[in-house]
C-alpha cells in the first residue's frame, strides 16, 4: 500500500516506468527523466483514424475466403 508521503502515482509515457511524485510541483520520470505530461494521456486516447485492427481483420477473413474458393476451383477443375 503506497504511503500518502509519496503523493501521486505516475506512468512515465516514455519508458513506462512507474514511480511516485513525492509531492514536487516538477514531475520527473527518475529513470529516462522525462517531465510528466497530462495531456500526452489525452492525446493517445484519440482517435488516430485509418484502419482499425476490426477492418484489417475483417479484409483478412475476406482475402483467405477468396483463396480457399480459388484454391477448391482449381482442385475441382484438375480432376479428371
Same mark, same amino acid.
Given at each position: 500500500?503506497?504511503?500518502?508521503?509519496?503523493?501521486?502515482?505516475?506512468?512515465c509515457?516514455n519508458?513506462?516506468?512507474?514511480?511516485? +511524485?513525492?509531492?514536487r510541483?516538477?514531475?520527473?520520470?527518475p529513470?529516462?527523466?522525462?517531465?510528466f +505530461?497530462?495531456?500526452a494521456?489525452?492525446?493517445?486516447?484519440r482517435s488516430?483514424?485509418?484502419?482499425?485492427g +476490426?477492418?484489417?481483420g475483417a479484409?483478412?477473413?475476406?482475402?483467405e475466403?477468396a483463396?480457399?474458393?480459388?484454391?477448391?476451383?482449381?482442385?475441382g477443375a484438375?480432376?479428371p
Amino acid at each position: 500500500m503506497a504511503k500518502p508521503e509519496w503523493g501521486a502515482k505516475h506512468i512515465c509515457h516514455n519508458c513506462g516506468t512507474r514511480y511516485y +511524485d513525492m509531492h514536487r510541483a516538477e514531475i520527473v520520470c527518475p529513470k529516462c527523466n522525462t517531465p510528466f +505530461d497530462p495531456e500526452a494521456l489525452l492525446k493517445s486516447r484519440r482517435s488516430r483514424g485509418g484502419f482499425t485492427g +476490426d477492418v484489417l481483420g475483417a479484409c483478412q477473413q475476406a482475402a483467405e475466403v477468396a483463396a480457399l474458393l480459388a484454391l477448391a476451383a482449381w482442385a475441382g477443375a484438375a480432376t479428371p
